[in-house]
């Protein structure tokens, strides 16, 4: 059969392609060849579209269950390259970032695209700190929790619940609405996260301190006690700075890709950020350095590290805090974090487990299992280590996790919504279902027995005051 060359839409990509920048593709099930334009590595899933069997036939489509190798936006914000274990911010590397700069910096870098000038700082850092009391209401709302609920859970509601104060913010498109609710997210998220951990230890909620630098006001309202005014360890307060300049934004993760997917259909960026709340809820999202945790409690010694490396090759265990879908080299935030360590323990008590995690480290990378397979120390190894020696339970690990994301999330939220190609955001299917039945009257339906429904009842948890 005569091949016939058809050509991608050269007006899609903004330019016409020369042959070089291109992909040419054979439908092997008629014959024709297609020309597909290619910019910036990647073709344009749209152009597939025009490669049909029939006229009415739908056209091609890509499959690419978890977006693995879909880019879905273009982005300026966050640039990560997995094989050389380099994080940069808009061009700044982590590493500059971690040592010169403070984290409301990074979170004004992420999301006006410059670092800022002394007066833009200080006016950024003022309406920051002006703007982290919450509503009276909203600590109410939070008083109607149970008294054990998950901290993640409450910060979720807590996010979602602030969309309602705040009913200005649906006009997405005005700049004076976005840069409130830019303020008021990442000022506010603290105070919800320090209240959701007071709920849970039944202290009475701490109001947020003026005087008192962004992470050193965290710290207080989450330990302040009877003292007039809580002043934290100056080494603590930046440690807890540095972790949250590492945990600010890291491109299209399942959170922010959720930020991004729920703030295309144009809701306000409060709702939009609780989505993003919710994954990060997830266990494989963040969460993993818990589960480091537990993994050195059972490590126990120095001795034993050897016959746990063992169960791990011979695949009993997983060397968790380890690996990473992106990062194939070390991840630049767990050597940051790691530089951090020594001071942190310089300020609170010593925790073995310090000790136990820097032997697994070195044996693990000396040994060709690991090497081999690329698996190096992620942000998780050290992360909980430390939240522990500022006596931070691991039920909060994530919440922690979420205070700096949420300059991320905001960034992103607005770099989407100025996307001139943003549209609301609706992947499609390979639909495997039945088709064309006829509905049949429940008196006429046969079929197993079985009745779907859940399992025997588990017993109930203990209400308060039972
Ligand atoms: N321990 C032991 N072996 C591992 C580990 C690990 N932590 N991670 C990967 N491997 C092995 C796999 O068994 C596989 O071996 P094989 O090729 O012989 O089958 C190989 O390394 C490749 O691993 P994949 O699972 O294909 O890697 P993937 O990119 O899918 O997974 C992940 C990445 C999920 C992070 C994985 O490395 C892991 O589970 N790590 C432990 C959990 C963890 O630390 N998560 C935190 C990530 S950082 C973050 O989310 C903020």
Redo the contacts with the bound molecule.
Sequence with gaps: MATEQQTGDAATDGGPTTGSESLTVTDNRTGQSYELPITDGTVRGMDLRQIKVSEDDFGLMSYDPAFTNTAACRSAITDIDGERGILQHRGYPIEQLCERSSFLEVAYLLIFGELPTGPQLDRWVYDITHHTFVHEDIKQFFEGFRYDAHPMGMLLAGVGALSTFYPDAKQIGDPEERYMAAVRLIAKVPTLAAFSYRHNMGLPYVYPDNDLAFAENFLSMMFKKTEAKYNPDPRLARALDVLFILHADHEQNCSTSAVRGVGSSGVDPYSAVAAGVAALYGPL?GG?NE??LGMLRRIESVDNIPGFLER?KN?EE????????VYKNYDPRARIIQQHMDEVFEATEYNSLVEIARELEKQALDDEYFTS?K?YP???FYSGIIYEALEIPPGMFTVIFAIPRTAGWVAQWMEMNDDLEKKISRPRQIYTGHRDRDYVPVVEREGPEKIVGPPARRPKRPRRGA
């Design positions: 999202h993993a589960a480091v791990v695949r997983k060397l968790m805090g380890f690996g990473h879908r397979r698996l992620n942000v998780d």
